[in-house]
């Protein structure tokens, strides 16, 4: 089965066999919600291309980005691992596609393979740390340096260079006011290390947004082999 995403592609002959029997290609259209905050998760979704955002929400509505993945994780491993219902909302911000499996014929593989259940706790330590290193990042480091970081995490995530992400979007990932996004992105335009038109961001120069980013960056991606 030819598929990106680092789980599966990173599996042995014989698991890859498993997955391949019970696995369905999935569309992952941006905005699509894979399970919601406190509801009950269905599959286990791998994706191949694009990047999934989990989001912790407020009573009120308000949303704050905690983690993201991309082909080096698995929404919704924690279904398999627990009986638990999702502690955030998994949604995807930049779309993508990649292969699907029912959580309970998730967990029975996982049962049977070791590596399995080890690449899925992986993944999910990978979230852990993140949303760890977000909330510290939150409260200590300025605008300019969060977006940096955040660029640089969707690079790795995606594996591209281009993003297709709203000053709107951002905003809300990061708690801050769109003004805020739009002059930082102004600044990293000025400088030459991002081209920005129409919704899309170009990364120009990944070094010099890495000398601008916070320490999160490095700090929260040890788990998911961050900075390529």
Not at 37 to 43: E, F, H, R, T
Not at 64 to 71: F, K, P, S, T, Y
Not at 82 to 90: G, H, L, P, Q
Request: with cysteine; charged share 25%; aromatic share 4%.
């Amino acid at each position: 089965m030819a598929n990106r995403n680092s789980i599966i592609q990173n599996a042995s002959p014989a698991l890859q066999k498993e997955l391949a029997r019970v696995a369905q290609p999935i569309d992952l259209p941006q905005g699509k919600i894979l399970f919601e905050q406190d509801g009950q998760i269905d599959l286990v979704v791998f994706p191949d291309r694009g990047m999934v955002s989990f989001v912790g929400l407020t009573t009120k509505g308000d949303a704050l980005e905690i983690a993201m993945i991309g082909r080096d994780g698995a929404a919704g491993a924690s279904s398999v691992l627990t009986d638990e219902k999702a502690y955030c909302r998994a949604t995807m911000q930049i779309a993508g596609a990649g292969t699907a499996i029912p959580v309970r014929v998730a967990r029975d593989l996982a049962l049977a393979h070791a590596e399995l259940r080890k690449a899925l706790v992986d993944s999910e330590q990978l979230v852990v740390r993140q949303a760890i290193q977000s909330a510290v990042c939150v409260a200590t480091h300025d605008v300019a340096s969060r977006f940096a970081r955040w660029l640089l995490r969707c690079r790795d995530a995606t594996q591209t260079d281009i993003l297709g992400l709203t000053h709107e979007y951002i905003a809300q990932m990061l708690a801050v006011r769109r003004a805020s996004v739009s002059a930082a992105a102004h600044d990293l335009q000025e400088r030459g290390l991002i081209r920005y038109h129409r919704g899309v961001i170009h990364i120009l120069d990944a070094k010099g947004i890495h000398d601008i980013s916070c320490e999160c960056y490095e700090k929260q991606d040890q788990v998911g082999g961050a900075g390529r």
